[in-house]
């Protein structure tokens, strides 16, 4: 397998170190693996802290900045952050109003963030943690007890961070952000593997002709495997998993991510097959995300997340944003 790379050990060093070039808002430790705003701490404001194993980009590195994460942890390729990093930058962004932990349920990131906020609180700094676990294809799996954390990690830290903005207290962050994972699912099509750079090959065998449906993001098995589909019924089966677990009243946020390597031409009319299955079930979409925000490195296919909104979360997610992966409205 080809990559663009100098070695597979510094991997995550070199992309961090383009980070920092490409980026002088933020403030980049390549020797510590922290990735923080460049103008933390910010006075009277929660600060928002997230991180997971790399290969996921724009998650969680790409979303750093005014409107959602304070401060970003990247581990090894599919590899949780430890907990040094975590305090590091707990510390880095603490101004005394709290820390919210965002964790996607790998059972590694939760061992992780659980004994770095015991150490964070024991340097006296306020913690509160939230899990995402909205990833409806499968219970139990190879990283984790219960269901994965996907695609809703986005509108957790997206309104979450908006309501910090804000200034709300750490109490409030905390709830918008649980009420915000409870209210999401996500569901992920695979149409070819991803190539670790450590391994260089598939990290997982799946013949031509053939997808995953339900995969996880580090290429864990889904539900099952079928020959290839269209666009219009990879749509609806994906459609149908997310309306068989949520009955939502109220309109909801789409995301219609790619995995990775799926081009924008796919994913739109991916979308508009998404956009027509909801419609012919009754579900409102009041904002639609389209790109790669949640990928698997090089992994073809997509991920589907809804997540049913009131008036004070559409206003938190429509709310500026300005991150290397996301912003509007600044």
């Not at 996907?150 to 207290?169: R, S």
Request: hydrophobic share 45%.
């Amino acid at each position: 397998m080809k990559m663009l790379i100098n070695v597979a050990e510094t991997v995550v060093a070199d992309a961090l170190r383009g980070m920092a070039a490409a980026h002088p808002e933020l403030a980049v430790d390549v020797e510590n693996r922290v990735v923080v705003r460049r103008d933390a701490p910010v006075a009277g404001k929660v600060a928002l802290v997230s991180g997971g194993g790399s290969g996921h980009e724009p998650l969680h590195g790409g979303f750093v900045g005014p409107g959602m994460l304070s401060a970003a942890c990247p581990g090894e390729v599919f590899t949780s952050p430890v907990p040094d990093q975590m305090v590091r930058a707990a510390s880095a962004v603490d101004s005394g109003a709290g820390v919210l932990f965002i964790v996607k349920n790998y059972t590694g990131d939760v061992l992780n963030f659980d004994m770095a906020a015991e150490l964070a609180e024991d340097e006296g700094i306020q913690v509160a943690k939230v899990l995402v676990d909205d990833d409806v294809a499968v219970t139990d799996s190879l990283y984790t007890a219960g269901r994965r954390g996907t695609g809703a990690t986005l509108f957790v830290e997206k309104i979450a961070g908006a309501a910090a903005e804000e200034g709300q207290p750490l109490e409030r962050v905390a709830a918008l952000a649980r009420q915000v994972d409870e209210n999401s699912r996500s569901f992920g099509v695979a149409l070819s593997a991803c190539t670790t750079p450590a391994k260089g090959s598939p990290t997982f065998d799946l013949p031509a002709g053939e997808l995953e449906l339900g995969v996880g993001i580090h290429g864990e098995p889904g539900r099952e495997r079928r020959a290839m589909m269209t666009s219009r019924e990879i749509a609806d089966f994906a459609v149908n998993a997310l309306l068989d677990d949520m009955s939502p009243r109220n309109p909801v946020l789409l995301l219609v991510n790619g995995m990775g390597a799926t081009p924008l031409l796919e994913l739109y009319g991916f979308n508009a097959e998404v956009q027509r299955a909801l419609t012919e079930r009754g579900v409102a979409v009041a904002r639609t995300l389209v790109g790669n925000y949640v990928t698997s490195l090089d992994m073809a296919g997509a991920s589907v997340t809804l997540c049913q909104i009131d008036e004070e979360t559409l206003r938190l997610y429509d709310a500026p944003v300005r991150t290397p992966g996301l912003r509007w409205g600044m």
